[in-house]
């Protein structure tokens, strides 16, 4: 039995290279945004701790003006942190969709030649039943015909 042979097998492996390599993108950008989320909870925790000890520990009694002053400088720190964190996770969110956009593209146009190549099998099985009916057919034919001629054979002329 012949094999199938896509034309354009070299383009569909091609296509599927492309994709995974759009993945492989998607994935970093996702995990650059998962690290930038896990900073900012960190970040956010630990401005969280020092308000609740700030709280606990140096707001009763004599005051430390000092400490307050650090904490209110960490504060403004962890603000501006905070900000540029959130710039970042922007732009990588921006990123995230681009890489979005071009995995679907590049799976879009893989499922292009895939289909392709399902209607070029199709058009190939088709017409090997076709030809194969053809021949059983000629086949059929000779048989016939050569019984025939054995049948004439066999009879006794009269």
């Known amino acids: ?19 995974q390599l759009r993945q492989r993108t998607l994935a ?15 970040l956010d925790e630990s401005v969280r701790r ?19 002053a650090a904490h209110r400088r960490f504060t403004l ?3 501006r942190q905070a900000l ?3 710039q970042k996770m922007a732009l990588v969110q921006r990123q995230v969709l681009e890489a979005q956009s ?3 593209h590049a799976a879009k146009q893989r499922k292009v030649i895939e289909k392709l190549r399902e209607r070029h099998h199709e058009r190939w099985s088709t017409a090997l ?30």
């Open 102 to 104: 071009a995995l679907a």
């Open 77 to 79: 720190a962890s603000q």
């Open 129 to 158: 039943g076709r030809r194969e009916l053809t021949e059983q057919d000629e086949i059929a034919m000779q048989l016939s015909y050569w019984h025939g001629i054995e049948l004439e054979e066999a009879e006794p002329v009269g």
């Open 28 to 42: 970093e950008a996702q995990s650059a945004m998962t690290q930038l989320q896990a900073q900012l909870r960190q």
């Open 1 to 19: 039995m012949p094999k199938f042979n896509f034309q354009l097998e070299g383009v569909l492996k091609h296509r599927k290279h492309i994709e």
């Open 84 to 86: 540029a964190l959130a």
């Open 50 to 68: 020092a308000g609740s000890d700030l709280r606990q520990n140096h707001l009763t009694g004599r005051l430390d003006l000092d400490y307050l």
